[in-house]
């Protein structure tokens, strides 16, 4: 298992496989399994009182390791990714470790990564949901990023964005007031 004294020589192995296609995969298949051991580590741990029982956390490490040798746009994909096939009491888990994910949609925007950040429109949405003292709505998030997305012309992103509101609002009301605020007002979607 990987502790923080081996991460000199992870970063070393990280580099001479980084060019391999499928590599930012298998840090994401890493990340997924640290995550359910994490997952069933805490369970097991919360049934114990006996502190030499309970499991020293990996998730923090391998987080810090992929932080660490991936260029941002390739790490917030990963994150983004390894959530979307997890259940929710697993991006609880996750995020304990990470920052709030507005923080981290917010990033993938200033990097340009405009699918990365729909990525993270879901856990918004699932975080959005659990906490009524939300200070910006989900629609807000999707009105940028069907801005951002017009402007680079790409109508298949801003589609997916129409897709995902009227999932959330089936009258078409949000999806309407969007596309207005985002300026789309001709009717392009």
């Known amino acids: 298992s990987l502790t923080h004294g081996d991460m000199p ?7 001479h496989f980084s060019r391999l296609s499928d590599f930012p995969h298998a840090l994401e298949v890493l990340l997924h399994h640290v995550l359910d051991d994490e997952v069933d580590n805490a369970s097991k ?14 998730l923090p490490t391998v ?62 949405q699932a975080f959005e949901d659990e906490d009524d003292d939300h200070d910006s709505p989900i629609e807000d998030y999707v009105v940028r990023l069907m801005y951002l997305a017009s402007r680079k012309n790409d109508w298949e992103l801003c589609a997916e964005l129409a897709r995902f509101l009227i999932a959330l609002d089936g009258s078409g009301d949000m999806l309407q007031r969007a596309v207005t605020r985002a300026g789309l007002r001709d009717g392009s979607l």
Do not use: M
């Open 9 to 15: 020589a992870a970063l070393s192995l990280c580099q």
């Open 45 to 58: 741990d919360s049934k114990t009182d006996d502190p030499s029982q309970k499991h020293s956390p990996l």
């Open 63 to 124: 987080i810090s390791f992929l932080q660490a040798s991936l260029p941002a746009t390739v790490y917030l994909d990963i994150v983004v990714q390894c959530t979307r096939k997890t259940e929710l009491r697993s991006w609880r888990t996750l995020f304990t470790y990470l920052p709030p994910p507005k923080d981290l949609f917010e990033q993938a925007l200033k990097l340009n990564s405009l699918k990365t950040a729909v990525g993270y429109l879901l856990v918004l």
